[in-house]
């Protein structure tokens, strides 16, 4: 079977953004525990002329004109979202109409995609579909485009405003990819219905229960590890020696990122959950100087886990003391840190977060001077509602080609800092598309929702600004 992964990929992100220290004033919040409890210090927020489908068609039209392609290279666009703008019409035809702007009406005509929705996670799925289109050699020698952006919106003086951001990432998916080729017959996904978080039609924000949110992604994303685990282990694409992990055949972790601090968790998560059975977690506890605590009822699901109030205080006693320990730290340092520093400056994208921290991951260890040659990357992907899928891919050895000329800080362009009052109106939805804060250059934007009659309700003009 051919390779089939990530050639190349493009970001974009809104130049507003508000600074921790004055959203922790303006909320009574002790800085710290954003800076550190959560892991943010930008939110990155689109500006009143942005959408999440302006902000897919100018992450593409980067991923494009970068690589020089031509409509006609391209045989499949997907737009994962959760921040869908219709019921019915894709995102992608939107961002289809703003490209065609600049490539000629109808130069997309021959290719095709959808709208994907699982809330964070559909990006993955959308991914692993396409990459299987053009194994399957369906593809008629195109690539295949997967865009993913969103914008998290929380309501203003909630728990989960803190957790906001907005961005997209644009990926060229192609045979013989220069970046990434994805390990195959190994992806593994998980689903259950669930109401950790969801936002109803006509509801711009979400209902979120964060704790039990916190802990659903852990859990789910672990299953659909284990179930990688065990592909990976039967196809002998992970062979483990004794006292071996299979985190040990991991190089780095990207995951899905609601906040800095939730990859960290993760991690913790995976590697007590990998460790415990091994050799060397007698070391492990020895350094941290406790037991790990096991909760009474022995089902592990997550109401009794979370109604067994004592076994939770202990537990995160214990995984704060296991991730202070050198063991932890050694692994996150070298497998996952690089992977969290877009994250901070700009915030959850939802959709977009994993593959904004895959970008960083990249960027960052490039930097450090790290050989990425045949590395692995092993990603958690989660979605609330609940779905994770966890897959893997290898790098590959034109990686350079791409990686050298990141820049994440050239990438988002100046930044204006925006005052809390003037977020809080934007966040209202109190300015037109007109008031925009930030100047457009080389971008989409959006100019008008809705015509002056009825049948016209739902359009949206948007504009290339040169
Ligand atoms: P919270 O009420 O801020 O939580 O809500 P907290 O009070 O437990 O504080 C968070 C951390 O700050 C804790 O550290 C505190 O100790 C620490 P931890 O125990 O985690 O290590 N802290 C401090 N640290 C330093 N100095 C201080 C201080 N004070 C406290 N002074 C929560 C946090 C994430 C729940 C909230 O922001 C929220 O509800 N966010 C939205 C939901 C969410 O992001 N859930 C994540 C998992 S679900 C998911 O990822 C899917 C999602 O992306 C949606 C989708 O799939 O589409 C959300």
Redesign the pocket.
Known sequence: MPAVGIDDLAIYVPKLYIDYKDFAEARGI?P??L????GIKKMALADANQDSACMAANACLKLMQRNRLHPQDIGRMYVAT?SALDESKAMNSFVVGMLEQIYGEGSFEHAGGIECKF???SGSYALYDNANWIRAEENSGKAAIVIVSDI?K?DIG???E??QGAGAVAMLITKNPRLMAFDQKVASTIIKNEY??YRPFGKET?L?N??Y??L??LIQVRKAFDSYKERAIKSGLIKLQDGESITDHIDFFSV?L??R??GE?ALAYLLRHEWRHLPRWKNVIKEIGMAEPHPKDQRGTIESILADTEFMKAD?KF??AFMQTSYFNEVFEKKMASSLEASAIIG?L??A?MYMGLRSLLEFEYKKGTDLEDKRVGFGS?????SAMVFSGIIQPDYKEIVKRMDLEQDIGERVKLPIEVYERLHRNEKTCSEFLARPHKEFVLVKVGGLTADKAGFREYVYVK
């Open positions: 002790d710290q525990k800076e550190y409890g959560i959760e809330a964070c996670v998290a929380y909630s728990s989960g803190y957790t950790d978080f979400p979120v964060g704790t949110s916190n659903l992604y899905h609601p906040y601090k939730m968790k995160e995984r704060r959850n939802y959709t977060s989660y979605g609330s509602g609940s």
